[in-house]
């Protein structure tokens, strides 16, 4: 069944890059909008090389930045007056327009504001690549076996707001490009450089090699704390600060290969954070400079 679906896109693929603005879309068989049946089936996408972004923010992003060729849109009357200002001036993007009912019928769920993007996926750039070009960042965030979309997502969205150059992922780890995931991060997944770990964990040491002190975020009690770590001149100029999946955290063999441990005090009783508040505070304190 999945064979004959792809067989179907393909069939249909090229037909979805025409040429002018704001088409009123009357029939929800029109081959130009097929692909959007498929919005829900991650690996459908991917087999397209393709991602889906949703929301009105997202989308407008999403065109505006122009990192990711926009296939087309998918949109309502009142998403399409609310982006107005950069459709009009892209006249060979293709924005479809249909009612919510439409929509919901074509994509099998209620959109998110009435806004969707087809956009084309780069090619996984190796994560020796990407370290080599960060020129003089000083944060990175790598997370392991991370599969939780809106954590993923938070996590982009504090690196981004914390000046990180870029998030390294495990095998394992949430697609960064997954619609729900570019959402939550407020589409800071779309802005914020990422790469793939892999082996998984010795490629680490690609970041030890380009000067980073390997960090690990865990609750144990023998860690160092957060807030000492980041004023101690001696700790690292550059940080790549390690985190894994709620429940779990990191593995022996991630923690083993960080440079230090550290935690965050929290009041007696409990033991844990959120993964992107805990991302987020230890962005903060590893982006302050370190104490004289």
Known sequence: MFTERC?????????????????????????????????????LLREHGLFVGEGRLVVRRLVEDGRFPVRSLLLSAAARDDLADILDVRPALDAFVASLDALRGLTGF??????????????PEPAAALVAR??????????????????????????????????????????????????????????????????????????RRAGFGLVALTPSAGARDLAAFARDPARPSRVALLAGAEGPGLSPAALAMADATVRIP???????????????????????????
């Open 7 to 43: 067989q179907y896109y393909r069939n249909v693929n090229s037909l979805s890059r025409g040429g002018m603005a704001a088409i009123t879309l009357t029939d929800l068989d029109d081959p130009r909008v097929a692909l959007y049946r498929g919005v829900r089936d991650p690996a």
């Open 110 to 123: 209620d959109l998110h504001r009435g806004c969707l993007a087809l956009a084309e996926r780069p090619a």
């Open 134 to 207: 960060l020129g003089a960042a000083r944060l990175v965030v790598v997370l392991e076996a991370v599969a939780d979309a809106d954590n993923v997502g938070g996590v982009f969205r504090n690196a981004l707001a914390f000046g990180a150059g870029a998030v390294l992922v495990s095998p394992g780890c949430c697609d960064p490009l997954y619609r729900k995931a570019i959402r939550t991060s407020m589409a800071a997944s779309l802005r914020v450089p990422f790469a793939r770990v892999e082996p998984w964990p010795g490629g680490l040491d690609l970041l």
């Open 266 to 292: 929290m009041a007696p009783g409990v033991d844990s954070l959120n993964l992107a508040t805990a991302t987020g505070i230890g962005l903060y304190h590893c982006s302050l400079p370190i104490a004289d």
